[in-house]
């Protein structure tokens, strides 16, 4: 059993910058790939950014490329998404997850954190 618990989230202006955290729980926890998805109000979660175990592979949404980077500590049990240049777009619930599949380019994670708010005004 994995728990995951997100920090970080906040208000920043535009083109400002943020970095998420997500510490877990669970000695295996550095075997999982990790992940972030979003989800703005009325909206479906959207998939944001993963990174496999060992860090070494990383896959973004086209619309965070560039911009969002993610990364992990195991030895920390922690994964981060530092996010800049952050538009109004990008506010949302961010979520961290986790999952045993070693695939870094699917969807189905196992775990799900609860949640943290980033709110990006104009």
């Known amino acids: 059993q994995v728990q995951l618990v997100e920090s970080g989230g906040g208000l920043v202006q535009a083109g400002g910058s943020l970095r998420l955290s997500c510490a877990a729980s669970?000695?295996?926890?550095?075997?999982?790939?990790s992940g972030w998805f979003r989800q703005a109000p009325g909206q479906e979660r959207d998939f944001v950014a993963a990174v496999s175990w060992a860090g070494t592979t990383t896959y973004y949404a086209d619309s965070v490329k560039g911009r969002f980077t993610i990364s992990r500590d195991n030895a920390q049990n922690t994964v981060y998404l530092q996010m800049n240049s952050l538009k109004p777009e990008d506010t949302a619930v961010y979520y961290c997850?986790?999952?045993?599949?070693?695939?870094?380019?699917?969807?189905?994670?196992?775990?799900w954190g609860q949640g943290t708010q980033v709110t990006v005004s104009s």
């Open positions: 997850a986790a999952k045993r599949s070693l695939l870094v380019r699917t969807y189905d994670y196992d775990y």
């Open positions: 669970g000695r295996t926890f550095s075997s999982y790939t």
